[in-house]
């Protein structure tokens, strides 16, 4: 628990009102969007500069404080949140949005901007951003570069890693690194950003981003493809990545999420029929893409129907069966996020045997499938569990890491994971890991309880 000291230097780096040390004001950083980690915070600081960022870091090291960075507190595995009386690092007023080069395609991003802004930032530059999730109105540049974020165009444009251009961020050991000047070609050693990018604000605190945009597709079309088995329509989003070339996304989804998004939503039905499996498939091109998608889903094998959005209205319904999924479940109490990868090959069986490897360790349980089908990438979702009872969570990892597949697709390893990292990474991948930390966050403040597993690594 740091003493009044800390907090008086604190409070001096950053002026009075941004310093949080009421109960009422720190609560709603304490807790993560799920209500599954539930923390405790002695102050949150709100620096508005890199440097104060740079000052606060120093401040917490010479007290021996640890900091949790935070920034649109969307994440999904525990590592935004004080878990262990850290001091609650916000970086939501870094929120600076440099104007887009419209010859480069770039911009400059604050780690405090949310994601839409820069979509929009980018839209109206004649620009596009390759990113899009459904947090985009609360999470931010800084939380999707230190999660190496992924969401709904991996297929097309890649995670946060292959946006990033450049950081700027302050490390564990007080050095302020800055590297924006968004050279395409830049081989002058190690990639700090891919480094940063998915730390989890373990090593540093990412202040700043140079993205790279994508252009723009004119014209788009979305699609739901209803399937009466689950099988054919998660093997027909990897058919439609070789057969359909301007696929932008293609998510996949059930009938029990989608009758419980339904309920919630208060939606109508998408088909006459209910069906097995959905497939929602959105294609983007400079020329229209629906022949050619119409083309790539008659040749699916066990289609069952089809809608095609008519209009833009129409394919954000569309889209709403598949991205409420998220807030549907949240409505049945915490649930247990397991997010993985399988390979292509690997996914359809894994959907399939993912219910009862839940079942045999909670048979209350409730569980629910939707994501990325043709990345590989699967939420799994389980409800009715206690959120400290991680024996699915060990059930769904263990079978993930079993078939060849990662423990974390795209959320991170945060708290929730970090038991179960090695069943991805070998001993000799842990050492560099902990020598990284040991190397960048000598002393070991910076969210010292994510990521590694077991306690924090011993100094040489
Ligand atoms: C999504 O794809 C997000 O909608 C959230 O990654 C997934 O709620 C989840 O488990
Ligand atoms: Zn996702």
């Given at each position: 628990m740091p003493g009044p000291e800390l907090l008086d230097e604190l409070r001096a780096v950053v002026g009075p009102s941004h310093l949080l040390v009421d109960a009422d004001l720190v609560a709603g950083y304490a807790v993560d969007w799920t209500g599954r980690f539930c923390g405790a915070t002695p102050a949150v600081v709100r620096p508005g500069t890199t440097d104060e960022v740079a000052d606060v870091l120093a401040a917490c090291r010479r007290h021996g404080a640890a900091l949790t960075p935070q920034g649109g507190n969307t994440g999904l595995v525990g590592g935004g949140v004080p878990l262990h009386g850290e001091v609650v690092l916000s970086?939501?007023?870094?929120d600076e949005l440099g104007a887009v080069d419209p010859v480069a395609g770039q911009v400059t991003a604050g780690a405090g901007v949310i994601l839409a802004e820069v979509q929009r930032a980018a839209a109206a530059a004649g620009w596009a951003y390759g990113i899009d999730m459904a947090s985009r109105d609360s999470a931010t540049v800084g939380g999707t570069v230190a999660t190496n974020a992924g969401g709904l165009r991996v297929l097309r444009y890649g995670d946060t890693r292959a946006q990033l251009l450049g950081v700027e961020a302050v490390l564990g050991t007080g050095a302020v690194v800055s590297h924006l000047g968004g050279l395409l070609k830049d081989n002058t050693g190690y990639h700090l950003p891919s480094l940063l990018c998915g730390s989890e604000g373990t090593l540093g605190v990412v202040t700043a981003a140079r993205l790279r945009l994508v252009p723009p597709a004119a014209a788009r079309v979305v699609a739901l493809v209803a399937f009466d088995e689950v099988a054919p329509a998660i093997r027909a989003a990897g058919r439609l990545r070789r057969d359909l070339p301007p696929l932008d996304a293609a998510e996949f989804f059930l009938a029990d999420g989608l009758a419980l998004v339904r309920e919630v939503t208060g939606a109508a039905a998408p088909f006459e029929a209910d069906h097995a499996a959905y497939l929602l498939v959105e294609a983007a091109a400079a020329a229209d893409p629906t022949d050619a998608l119409g083309a790539a889903v008659a040749s699916l094998d066990g289609v069952a129907d089809v809608a095609v959005a008519a209009g833009t209205r129409r394919a954000a319904e569309l889209w709403r069966y598949r991205e409420a999924h998220t807030e549907a479940i949240h409505t049945l109490g915490p649930p247990h996020k397991l997010d993985v990868t399988l390979p292509q090959d690997e996914l359809a069986r894994f959907v399939a045997d993912v219910p009862g490897a839940v079942a045999a360790r909670a048979p209350n349980a409730r569980c629910w499938l939707f994501g990325h089908a043709a990345d590989g990438n699967v939420h799994v979702n389980v409800t009715g569990v206690p959120v400290d009872d991680d024996a699915v969570d060990d059930a769904v990892l263990t079978l993930a890491a079993a078939r060849g597949g990662s423990i974390s697709a795209e959320h991170g390893i945060g708290v929730a994971k970090r038991r179960w990292l090695a069943a991805n990474r070998s001993p000799a991948e842990l050492e560099t890991f902990a020598g990284l930390k040991r190397a960048l966050d000598p002393d070991g403040v910076l969210n010292p309880h994510v990521l590694l597993p077991g306690p924090l690594p011993a100094r040489p």
């Open positions: 970086l939501r007023r870094l």
